[in-house]
């Protein structure tokens, strides 16, 4: 509660107005204790106030509280005076111990203020206003002793640091109460605002931040605004909630009395320092926009977005309005940004002209940096829900059905957005894929590429934040759309080796026989040079294609090989006819996929020195 007794004399806007005539005091509201009050205990208060006034001896332990109680009793001397006897020589000397009262109650704040900055540090304010409230010293003036047991009772329950920070920020209430309620309340203000303003600045001098222009961010290379992002969303972080917070709670306690002048000085003290951290957001916002830098305004979006709740807690008040203002303009301006740069990635997608082709097949450099920045981006989900909720991107998903599930229940809109979103970019990269793999002459070579960048989409969504938005059934549809690819390659590709054996059941004459030997080692010979220069980077894929291959070939051919090579015994140069021994075809198929010829003319009896498993005791 306000004591509007004690306060009356403070006014905003007036000059200080000495007390040095009776006249003075006339405004005084009358005090119901002068009534009271007598001859006797005036004259007492005075010469008591005039011993303690003039000894001023600080250093004496608990000395602040016995002057403000002599200052207390003086003020109701002075009441007495003005309403017995307003031309009485007792009020002129009051006067003048009052002014000097006033002036030492001065120079003693601005000396607690300067000398104690170490429990006043933001940190120990707030660890010491979390467990004690605004108004637990209000009645200071009122109970000396009731005084003494809040100040144990609080004590027990913070630390050292927090307990030399209660005592200080105590005697700085007890000396404004007492500034403003004599009269003195503009002095003791503009110390205060003038001190702690300069360790408000201080501090954020001290965490990096600086005065922020526009015209300086255009001159700032890219590398070094993220250097400066990195630094701003600690130092907003600590500069919220502890600085701030800190300055706050402070300002709070000290001028508890008078909400008005609470809110002054917070304005002065913390307005244009928090207005300017929070434009730094903003400038950031209006650079050039491209998707590289998305991840970075994301930073900032996350940071500004996780203290809102602090800064709507702790720039209430009207005056400082435009401190949340400029935090939320920063908001948007960041959103703007990064739905703009979620359009550009996209756009930048389509707009891939890359004609070179992969070599083998492998995996385009596309995909790899379009999945990697995919799956970075599923890493800030909240960001882009909130994004995507306010600024939906329109586009037709009539495609996505069969992958995307419609959201059942309200509270899945949002995730669902997320999930088309993300379902969409990875369609657009395959389609892009697509046109790329119709610039491979060799049908099968396009078949493998696809194959090879689905695989490497799929395995990029399984391992990240992508499978969560997605889902097992894309997943799974995916690998089935994989497995098809990969059964497409094959044929195209190896089709004409199988077909070079005979279909069982067949009797060959000897003739026959060697027409097809010859027929079925040109065919591998053409197949095996082709395909030994494909690439399947991943180890799974490359094994079980390697499998799948084997287990239509090499049984055939064994049994053909067993059935019809004892008819050829007779042949001359019979190596030159069967060239390969079905144990060869296993090691050569094991080669395969490597990226490397491995298949010369002048090789072809040999076998690869390596060998990924042995086919021959798995498909006997």
Known sequence: MEKKSKFAFFSSSSPKSHPSSPSSFTSFPPSPLHQVFTQSTMEEAIETAEAIIKKWDPNTPSFTKIFIKCVRDLRKAMHYLVSQDSQSPKLALAQTLMQIAMTRLEKEFFQILSSNRDKLDPESVSG?????TNSEFEDFMQSDDEDDNEIKKANESITKVEKASAV???????????????????ECVKIYKRIRKSIVDEGLSLLGIEAYKGSKF?????????HMIKNWTKAAKIGVTTLFRGEKLLCDHVF?????????????IANEAATNLFKFPEFVAKEKKSHERIFSLMDLQAALSDLWQDIEMIFHYDSVAGVKSQALTSLQKLKVSIHSALTDFESTIHKDSTKALTPGGGIHKLTRSTMSFISSLSEHISVLSEILADHPIPRDTRLLEPYVKTPMLEEEEHNHALSVHFAWLVLVLLCKLDTKAEHYKDVSLSYLFIANNLHFIIETVSSSHLRDLLGEDWITKHDDKLSAYAANYEISAWSYVYMSLPEEPTELSPEEAK???RRFHTAFEEAYMKQSSRVVPDAKLRDELKVSIAKKLVPEYREFYRKYLPMLGQERNIEMLVRF?????????????????????SSVSSSSSTSWMSLGRVLS
């Not at 007890?174 to 503009?186: D, F, L, N, P, R």
């Open 128 to 132: 010491q206003s979390s467990t004690s």
């Open 168 to 186: 200080v920020m105590t005697d700085l209430k007890a000396i404004a109460e007492c500034m403003v309620s004599c009269g003195y309340g503009k």
């Open 218 to 226: 255009h001159r700032t290379d890219w590398v070094t605004l993220e």
């Open 256 to 268: 508890s009395a008078s909400s008005s002048t609470r809110e002054s000085c917070f304005y002065e």
């Open 515 to 517: 027409i097809y030997f």
């Open 581 to 601: 021994k079905p144990d060869n075809l296993e090691n050569y198929i094991s080669d395969l996929f490597h990226g490397t010829p491995l298949l010369a003319s």
